[in-house]
Nanobody, 124 residues
Framework: QVQLVESGGELVQAGGSLRLSCTAS????????IGWFRQAPGKEREFVAA????????QYAGSVKGRFTISRDNAKNTVYLEMNNLKSEDTAVYYC?????????????????WGQGTQVTVSS
């Protein structure tokens, strides 16, 4: 059984920064691509960023590229999402998830285990 736990979400002013963490249980964590998604009220859950198991390859949604950075520390079973220059439209619940197929990183259907989410609120 795999469990993912997100943390680090909070209320922040526009232009500020936050770092989210996603910590996983399970010995096979380092074998999988991990993605971050977010869901704002009344909207569908959307892809934010993902990182390959080795950490050498990353992918970002266009709306966050250049502002967000995803990284991972396999020794700590943790993936991070560094968010800078936050905007009000970044307000959402942020989820991390495991990509069981290690492909099609932007498709929700490729992810099997999800965390419970952490709330990020950006005030303008």
């Amino acid at each position: 059984q795999v469990q993912l736990v997100e943390s680090g979400g909070e209320l922040v002013q526009a232009g500020g920064s936050l770092r989210l963490s996603c910590t996983a249980s399970g010995r096979t964590f380092s074998m999988y691509t991990i993605g971050w998604f977010r869901q704002a009220p009344g909207k569908e859950r959307e892809f934010v960023a993902a990182i390959r198991w080795s950490g050498g390859t990353t992918q970002y949604a266009g709306s966050v590229k250049g502002r967000f950075t995803i990284s991972r520390d396999n020794a700590k079973n943790t993936v991070y999402l560094e968010m800078n220059n936050l905007k009000s439209e970044d307000t959402a619940v942020y989820y991390c998830a495991r990509n069981v197929y290690n492909s099609d990183w932007q498709r929700r259907e490729m992810y099997d285990y999800w965390g419970q989410g952490t709330q990020v609120t950006v005030s303008s």
